[in-house]
């Protein structure tokens, strides 16, 4: 008969798959913002709260603050390498007040996951106090990453209309592969924290589980308005170059000498 155990390790490599599926998700993304030399309309929230996250989960599987937390520890660890190239490419390919709140929330990040490492590491001397206050924090983080894609929807309300979720009715600037990706990490780490129960990976995963079907029904509601709104400005783009193009040739043939 399988023991527990080996059922809670298997789902976690599974977890972990699907987590590097999650930490990838935002590819096509940043594929976009390379091409275009430009962050567009994209936020920067996700993945800097996405890194913070993966950088205290890192944190709280380490042996010296929660033993036998070896899946937890390698995920998270990959994760910050990845979500660390989003950022840097993302404080590139960006200028102005948009590279300035990256590089001070980059910065946060830092001072964070520095400042809680050295109070947890000198002032709290076993396993279990170690992993209380780790955990509780992880548990904030977590649950601030799940949220972070719906700041598109929020935040924007009150800042830039073009890319507000509500008011455009487009979820363009709301990838729907990040949506997916942390609709199944968030069941598969539920189910993972439930076999064996953890308290600390079980609440911000269960919330990120119901966040990313929020995202999810967002897009269903709002997947024809995206796309008629896409096309439409392409649409309006290639008018406004026949109208430059005729523009020209009427100015090009009235400037020319008559023979």
């Not at 700041?151 to 592969?177: A, C, D, G, N």
């Not at 929020?214 to 096309?231: D, R």
Request: glycine residues 6%.
């Amino acid at each position: 008969m399988v023991s527990v155990d080996a059922v809670r390790t298997a789902v976690g490599i599974v977890g972990n798959v699907i987590a590097l599926g999650l930490f990838l998700s935002p590819l096509p993304t940043f594929i976009r913002i390379w091409k275009k030399k430009s962050v567009e309309e994209f936020s920067v929230i996700p993945y800097v709260a996405t890194l913070l996250n993966c950088m205290l989960w890192m944190v709280y599987g380490l042996p010296i603050v929660h033993p036998n937390s070896t899946l937890v520890l390698t995920i998270n660890a990959a994760g910050t390498v990845i979500e660390l190239c989003y950022v840097i490419l993302y404080l590139v390919f960006s200028d102005g007040p948009k590279r300035l709140k990256a590089l001070l929330l980059f910065l946060g990040d830092l001072a964070i996951v520095g400042t809680v490492s050295a109070i947890v590491l000198i002032f709290f001397h076993t396993h279990e106090r170690r992993s209380l206050v780790v955990g509780i924090l992880c548990v904030i983080f977590c649950i601030i990453m799940y949220l972070a894609p719906l700041t598109v929807m929020f935040v924007t309300l009150v800042s830039t209309v073009q890319s507000s979720v509500i008011k455009t009715k487009s979820v363009e600037y709301m990838p729907l592969s990040l949506s997916v990706a942390s609709f199944c990490n968030g069941l598969c780490w539920t189910i993972y924290a439930l076999i064996r129960f953890d308290l600390y990976i079980t609440i911000p995963n269960t919330l990120g589980l119901l966040f990313s079907i929020t995202q999810l029904v967002l897009h269903v509601l709002y997947y024809k308005s995206t796309k008629m709104q896409i096309a439409e400005r392409k649409k309006k783009g290639e008018v406004g170059l026949t109208d430059v193009i005729v523009v020209d040739s009427l100015k090009t043939s009235a400037s020319a000498p008559s023979q």
